[in-house]
């Protein structure tokens, strides 16, 4: 199962999405998205959260506000980091994420620490998880299938 968040902190809607468990998130760090930014509590167990850009976008072009959204989401989705007042999320474009088979289920590291970026979240923003939270959608998705058929849109547009 797959949770989807609607970010609407600003004019242009953004999808974020996490995973159910550690098993789930495997799925997800299989069948990302190039489009996929990750987001996770550094140094503490979390949920991973995704954070789907537009067409075009780099991590440069998310507004405060949708990283906003992203960074608290996943410090809510933290046992140990919900109960502290501040942590740091890290987040990373979805192909910076190394999965190798010694890793344990939900377990990653990076190919470029260098485009690993970080922030920190002071405190616990009630009104703007409540707003997400209103947003959030429970879904059963084919990652594999979604995966496939995008890529197959991409090269129809590469090849047009």
């Given at each position: 199962?797959?949770?989807?968040?609607?970010?609407?902190?600003?004019?242009?809607?953004?999808?974020?999405?996490?995973g159910?468990?550690?098993?789930?998130?495997?799925?997800l760090?299989?069948?990302?998205?190039?489009?996929?930014?990750?987001?996770?509590?550094?140094?503490?167990?979390?949920?991973?959260?995704?954070?789907?850009?537009?067409?075009?976008?780099?991590?440069?072009?998310?507004?405060?506000?949708?990283?906003?959204?992203?960074a608290?989401?996943?410090?809510?989705?933290?046992?140990?980091?919900?109960?502290?007042?501040?942590?740091?999320?890290?987040?990373?474009?979805?192909?910076?994420?190394?999965?190798?088979?010694?890793?344990?289920?939900?377990?990653?590291?990076?190919h470029?620490?260098?485009?690993?970026?970080?922030?920190?979240?002071?405190?616990?923003?009630?009104?703007?998880?409540?707003?997400?939270?209103?947003?959030?959608?429970?879904?059963?998705?084919?990652?594999?299938?979604?995966?496939?058929?995008?890529?197959?849109?991409?090269?129809?547009?590469?090849?047009?």
């Open positions: 199962m797959v949770f989807y968040f609607t970010s609407n902190a600003v004019p242009a809607v953004y999808t974020i999405y996490m159910k468990d550690k098993y789930e998130n495997e799925d760090i299989k069948y990302g998205w190039p489009e996929d930014v990750w987001f996770h509590v550094d140094k503490l167990s979390s949920a991973h959260v995704y954070l789907r850009l537009h067409k075009g976008q780099t991590m440069d072009d998310i507004p405060k506000e949708v990283l906003s959204d992203c608290h989401l996943v410090k809510a989705n933290s046992i140990q980091g919900c109960k502290l007042s501040s942590v740091t999320v890290v987040y990373t474009p979805w192909s910076n994420l190394r999965k190798t088979p010694d890793m344990d289920v939900g377990q990653i590291g990076f470029r620490q260098k485009d690993v970026r970080s922030l920190t979240v002071e405190r616990k923003a009630s009104e703007q998880l409540r707003r997400l939270e209103r947003t959030r959608v429970e879904r059963f998705p084919d990652l594999a299938a979604e995966r496939e058929c995008r890529d197959r849109e991409e090269r129809g547009r590469r090849r047009a």
